[in-house]
């Protein structure tokens, strides 16, 4: 015990104080707290042993029949916290559980009054293949990657705020466990703590967190709340090299690890679990172990954030009841159309291909694409009914491969045609885009009947005869079409109206067998809207 | 009962008393059986009540440590069997067991001697990805569908073994379940009885078998098994359209129905089990339904034949433990590169592209690809380490749409074709075609460090870089190339000898940087093997 005493001492001094002085206990607690915004019991409790295990502590949160109890976590220096995300509003009561007395009982209330304007309550699966908050807001995913983002000076955590406020990008993925390479870390106030108490792989305490760490990880969550963006926080990620050992811990390390994540991150409207980053180069963790994680966070997260697992060679089974959607790394599967339509088939759940190359100019060939091919990949995702998140790579930096790594500035292309992208999307049906006659057709999205978008990718159309699938379809029903080009980010409306009359068993056709004429150029688009 | 007895009276008149006449006793049973054939027990027993119900009636057949214990059914006119397929040579026992004195506690013996030698065993999953009979013979699966030729004439039905024999097809998908449309049936032998007691669906004895309709579908697996052919028995299928009612019946006489098939087929080395034919289009079914009728398969079938299901719009969840491989049906997916790689490690089963379309000139769009197009799709299938099934169509005909409905006669030309690709194949790698490099190369299969296997589809190169992944790949190996023309079935050797060295972290090159020429033309592959 005295061994653990005194490292935990030396990394407490080593860590920022003006971050450990957060984590005092919060006297007066506000008693208004919004929809969705949480709401923290901060409590002194035991201090002798080790506060992080064997004790029991939650709360039963209470407003009318509906019931959470999520669990309370040690904060460090004597302190537990319990948060509460309220999804209703009216008074909510509480009592805390513990087999600690000084924990145990503690009763109070506080009213959950409206969300602000910005606050549209986490992020949900709706429309069996899509997204919204929970208050029926649409949201339609466009992620962004910034793996160790966290863990850079504040100046360059500023920037990459700057940047995402001004970007189309409303999801991140990030790490919530530190970057292997040292040297992937720029300033002073980067990577000065661990998720646990030590300093190095030889003396890490596995059985005790470092509060300071998470408070530090948990800044960066709300910072991204605050600018309207989802969290996709990634518990587990391999190519530890060695360093820290953080990717090789013991199973009852990595439950509770999960489980101190949950207790301290569930509260957060953007939170979403991701399992792992390439979860199968983490050889000693088979699919059971997976199976039990995925477990732990449905069973301890009271809000039931959106959970999945991201992909190295072995695929992890989606299919499992448990993950809420597909987050996928598979280049071929935003390569060619058809794919999203065949993985939304097979999964029934959201499709997001959460690494698809990244934009960029490194060494590695995963790093390597142009801006058109990213821009083809995103709209070949979307046709497909599917989602995107978009990474760049810039060489030659001192703190890693750019964008992916730290964070920082967008400096490519792509950022701006997917924003373009996004609009379309935002404009188009509110259920969002699905794949239009997807056994026979392979690039047409939308809402039958309603809504078609159709993309060319590189096929040079010059040509494209008025014909639609018969879904939903009269004759006598008449439409507009939109020319988009999507390198240029243009849309010129068409002045011509097409009305459609029957053709045979599978398709309407426009009844004056007319034409649209399209520039011949690569990654075109068409915008087919129904008038009322 | 008056009634039952009466109608099934009539039924046994009016289907064909040749057949009826096979089901009676064998009073002397073969004492040699080879490896893989089956051997029959048949007993006299109880014919007051129902037989087919309540009747418990198993043997343990035991060679050493071998155990096996087959169902029985019964067979019409008072005969109970049991048909067993030994496994391994040398003198197997038996002992029957059931709660019917006069089916209990017979014993006997039979020898096993070695299989003959077109006789290779059942097909079992091999390499994750592939096949293999038993024995270990590689089984490259060439699949074609006739849905139901058992149905048609026997002249129609000599035809359809006389043109599989000379084709390139090595399974072939048929139905369990007789045809809705009494006119997809040619000539006077043909749809004469049905698996029921009764003769249309205001009479079935749901709880009565009609043991000829069975013998008479075995003759036609057994006639295939005779030729080399699998068998993929598809158990039920839907579009009944009301007229036999076959797709609507409830959940006991399902069950009993795949019980009594299975204790009927499974002794049948060629067998492969499909549980149906785009299964989602029987709506009452849940996918808990057919999770039961598979593992009453699972749990009957003593010799784990290969079992799947065939999807229409919801596909069945392919990953669950009793489904051995994947039987698709999704044209994109074998209209794209790189999809069967991605369905191979979603699944991590031998992936087969059950129905791709067919070749044909029908008015219904599943059935009208030109012979290059269907030629196309299976080498995208295996350029993928996949497997393909073809169907052909022919309008105008009497009773059907041809080939996959009636079998009968080959006429189009992806045949042969696929039967060039098959020959190719079969002098591929023995463990298979697998994807190299599937997350950057999109039609590229083979064996790392031996076999490279080049499609370029519709592609028109004139040009090929002599480039291959790093993996296996030492400085100074050696290769040659052959230029296939798939087409016109044609492989030209080249006279160059290719000697590669180390270009970078990804790849070999030729050290001369030499360039393989081609003719610029669609539909090209080519092979590469490295000279030992």
Redesign the interface.
């Known amino acids: 015990m005295k061994k653990l005493t005194i490292i935990a001492f030396v990394v407490l001094l080593f860590c920022d104080l003006s971050q450990a002085r957060e984590s005092k206990p919060v006297e007066s607690l506000p008693n208004k707290v919004e929809q969705w915004d949480f709401y923290e019991i901060s409590l002194p409790g035991p201090t002798a042993g080790n506060p992080f295990i064997g004790i029991e502590f939650s709360a039963v949160f209470t407003n009318g029949d509906r019931t959470y109890e999520p669990e309370g976590f040690y904060d460090g220096q004597g302190i537990y916290k319990i948060r509460f995300m309220p999804d209703y509003e009216g008074i909510w009561t509480y009592r805390t559980k513990s087999n600690y007395d000084a924990l145990n009982g503690k009763t109070g209330q506080f009213e959950c009054i409206p969300p602000s304007n910005d606050n549209h309550g986490p992020v949900r699966v709706r429309n069996q293949y899509h997204f919204a908050y929970e208050d029926g807001t649409p949201f339609y995913l466009f992620g962004t990657t910034i793996y160790e983002w966290p863990f850079q000076s504040k100046e360059k955590r500023q920037q990459t705020i700057q940047n995402l406020i001004n970007s189309p990008f409303n999801k991140a993925r990030f790490l919530a466990i530190p970057p292997w390479r040292q040297e992937y870390v720029e300033g002073a106030d980067a990577l000065d703590c661990f998720p646990f108490m030590g300093t190095s792989k030889e003396n890490w305490d596995f059985s005790r967190f470092n509060p300071v760490y998470f408070q530090k990880l948990e800044k960066c969550v709300l910072q991204l709340r605050d600018i309207g963006i989802e969290v996709d926080l990634i518990l587990f990620r391999p190519y530890d090299n060695d360093k820290w050992g953080f990717d090789m811990m013991d199973t009852e390390t990595n439950d509770r690890f999960v489980r101190y994540v949950v207790a301290r991150f569930a509260a957060f409207r953007n939170i979403w679990w991701s399992l792992a980053n390439e979860n199968s180069f983490m050889e000693h963790l088979t699919d059971a172990d997976w199976d039990r994680l995925f477990q732990i966070v449905q069973a301890k997260d009271p809000y039931q954030h959106l959970r999945s697992i991201h992909n190295a ?3 992890y ?1 989606h ?1 499992k009841p448990w993950v809420t959607h597909v987050s996928l790394q ?4 935003v ?5 999203s ?2 993985l939304r ?2 999964y ?1 759940k959201p499709i997001v291909h959460d690494e698809i190359n990244y934009e960029g100019n490194i ?1 590695k ?1 995963w790093g390597q694409l142009s801006g058109e091919e990213m821009v083809y990949r995103f709209w070949v995702a979307y046709i497909g009914g599917a989602y995107a998140t978009h990474g760049e790579t810039s060489k030659g930096q001192p703190y890693g491969d750019g964008w992916i790594s730290t964070g920082g500035e967008l400096i490519r292309e792509s950022p701006a045609r997917i924003a373009f992208l996004r609009k379309i999307v935002e404009d188009g049906p509110k259920g969002g885009l699905n794949p239009i006659d ?3 057709i ?1 690039n047409m999205a939308g809402k039958y009947g309603e809504y078609y978008l159709i993309y060319f990718g590189r096929e040079k159309v010059k040509q494209w005869a008025f014909r639609l699938p018969d879904e939903a379809l009269k004759s006598g029903m008449r439409f507009k079409v939109d020319l988009i080009y999507t390198r240029n980010m243009t849309i010129t409306p068409l002045e011509q109206v097409f009305e459609v009359e029957k053709l045979d ?2 398709e309407f056709i426009d009844k004056k067998r007319s034409k649209v004429e399209l520039p011949g150029k690569p990654y075109m688009a068409l915008r087919i809207r129904r008038i009322k």
Chains 1, 2 share one sequence.
Do not use: E, H, W
């Not at 598979?330 to 599967?333: E, I, Q, R, V």
């Not at 390569?335 to 794919?339: E, L």
């Open positions: 060679g072995r695929i089974n299919t598979y280049y071929m599967a390569r060619f159309f058809g794919v339509p065949l088939d097979i029934r060494s060939r997807q056994y026979y392979k068993r599978y």
